[in-house]
């Protein structure tokens, strides 16, 4: 079974930073997308920042840019997400997804194939 676990959130204060994980097993890693979703309570789920499989394209929300980066390390079967400059409005559930090679609209839930179960992220004013 395909499995995608995300790791290393927690309690941070605005203007500090915390790094996401997400391990995936049960799939061929090096033909998938990945990408970062967040959802806060009562909210839509929204997209944060994806990278293509091969590792040579990204795409950021603009609510992220320049604070966020997004990698993937295809030996270990992991994607993260380095966030730094965290503001209060990035506290959210944040979920790991997946897309099988293809060309995936990479802001729509729909496109993607397997999803995480989230990690929570809470930033302090």
């Known amino acids: 079974q395909v499995q995608l676990v995300e790791s290393g959130g927690g309690l941070v204060q605005a203007g500090g930073s915390l790094r996401l994980s997400c391990t995936a097993s049960g799939l061929t890693f090096n033909r998938y997308s990945m990408a970062w979703f967040r959802q806060a309570p009562g909210k839509e789920r929204e997209f944060v920042a994806a990278i293509k499989f091969t590792g040579a394209s990204t795409f950021y929300a603009d609510s992220v840019k320049g604070r966020f980066t997004i990698s993937r390390d295809n030996a270990k079967n992991t994607v993260s997400l380095q966030m730094n400059s965290l503001k209060p409005e990035d506290t959210a559930v944040y979920y790991c997804?997946?897309?099988?090679?293809?060309?995936?609209?990479?802001?729509?839930?729909?496109?993607?194939?397997?999803w995480g179960q989230g990690t929570q992220v809470t930033v302090s004013s």
């Open positions: 997804a997946a897309e099988l090679l293809g060309t995936p609209n990479w802001t729509n839930v729909g496109t993607y194939d397997y």
